[in-house]
């Protein structure tokens, strides 16, 4: 098991610096010059030189790059241009914005994709069923942006029930925190809920098919008993496995909800 985890361990480092020399690579040969957007159009070429020495853009791209590596293993990212600051800084600062909407979208769209879908495979080929699946995959089809457009025209202006900006720590008020986030982690969940719903429909299906749900079955056992505790425990893998890549696709897809 240790093995495994050092391979593990050693193919993600491989592929995180393929990865970063590929994106840093890319990104210098894209047009444009970094110094000149930022000091503008009326910049003379000395001054654009000037900076181009002050960034180390002067310097080979391959050192550029090691200097970058280095100074990233040292979670020293530089300094944006664009808000002044050190990236690292905005990065810790949004962190707990960002990990608190996906944790709260990943929280809300488990518990509709396990009730619908556990309702949709047991219900199965009948109204219920049907009727969860089009929800869900219409949901999945419109974009987040838009559906984040209209909750905040309707549940934020119109009913006034959440804010529409800002964000309020949990040190300021459990339910305060609560209504800050709720617009756009439902909005993120709307996304995700087909998806998980399509995964525990099927793999409870498929744990309904086994030896040991029809001995379940013959010895009397309560539906409950039978759905929830034999066939859902059977069926959780794949819905476990699923979730633990929406979550990074979650803290990822943050940001543009976030923004809107």
């Known amino acids: 098991m240790l093995r495994y985890v050092i391979n593990r361990v050693k193919s993600s480092i491989i592929v995180l610096l393929m990865v970063s020399v590929i994106t840093f690579f890319v990104l210098m040969i894209v047009p444009g010059d970094p110094a000149q957007l930022i000091l503008g159009t009326d910049a003379t070429p000395e001054m654009i030189a000037d900076l181009h020495r002050a ?72 109204f219920a069923d049907y009727f969860s699946r089009s929800i869900m995959q219409l949901g999945s089809a419109i974009p987040s942006f838009w559906i984040g457009m209209v909750f905040i025209v309707f549940f934020g202006l119109r009913m006034k029930i959440f804010p529409v900006s800002g964000f ?73 496995t699923i979730m633990g890549m929406q979550f990074a696709k979650l803290a990822g897809g943050t940001v543009v909800v976030e923004t809107i």
């Open 55 to 126: 960034m180390g853009l002067d310097r080979p791209v391959y050192q550029q790059y090691f200097s970058w590596l280095v100074n990233l293993m040292k979670l020293d990212m530089g300094t944006s241009y664009v808000y002044g600051k050190s990236v690292t800084s905005l990065i810790v600062n949004a962190l707990p914005v960002t990990l608190s909407i996906a944790v709260y979208a990943m929280a809300v769209a488990a518990l509709f994709a396990f009730t619908a879908g556990i309702i949709a495979a047991v219900k199965k080929d009948k």
């Open 168 to 240: 309020v720590p949990i040190s300021s008020g459990f339910l305060g925190f609560i209504k800050s986030i709720t617009l756009p982690a439902v909005v993120l969940a709307i996304g995700e809920t087909g998806i998980l719903l399509r995964i525990v429909r099927s793999s409870m299906l498929d744990s309904l098919k086994q030896d040991y749900m029809d001995m379940a079955k013959i010895k009397g056992l309560g539906a409950g008993k039978i759905y929830f505790k034999y066939a859902l425990r059977g069926a959780l893998i794949a819905p476990v």
